[in-house]
């Protein structure tokens, strides 16, 4: 599956962006789809996945009550969706896929083979 991730870009703290991950070359079916993200200097931290049949939704406690994941099943697509966005959520987004995940694997990015090419939030002051 290849995943294409968008809608990243420069906001105030407090505001809002939606993030896209679009699949192509076969539907997600029973992937888990996770976001991860990065920020300069730092590794790579677990934001946010989905378990795209079953729809268990899953957080980093960094960006819960704040993020919201979701899922577009004819568009097959996921999203996230940032509210009240801090400038400590300055990061490249990466949305990640991976079939057949139990729930203790998929916080690790480790277990993800299939990866988007990442997209760019900057949150500022």
């Known amino acids: 599956v290849q995943l294409q991730a968008s809608g990243g870009g420069l906001v105030q703290a407090g505001g809002s962006l939606r993030l896209s991950c679009a699949a192509s070359?076969?539907?997600?079916?029973?992937?888990?789809v996770a976001w991860f993200r990065q920020a300069p200097g730092k590794e790579r931290e677990f934001v946010s996945a989905?378990?795209?049949?079953?729809?268990?939704?899953y957080y980093a406690d960094s960006v819960k009550g704040r993020f919201t994941i979701s899922k577009d099943n004819a568009k097959n697509t996921v999203f996230l969706r940032m509210n009240s966005l801090k400038p400590e959520d300055t990061a490249v987004y990466y949305c990640?896929?991976?079939?057949?995940?139990?729930?203790?694997?998929?916080?690790?990015?480790?277990?993800?083979?299939?990866w988007g090419q990442g997209t760019l939030v900057t949150v500022s002051s």
């Open positions: 990640a896929a991976q079939s057949g995940l139990i729930t203790s694997s998929l916080r690790s990015a480790q277990r993800y083979d299939h």
């Open positions: 070359g076969r539907t997600f079916g029973n992937y888990v």
């Open positions: 989905i378990k795209y049949s079953g729809g268990g939704q």
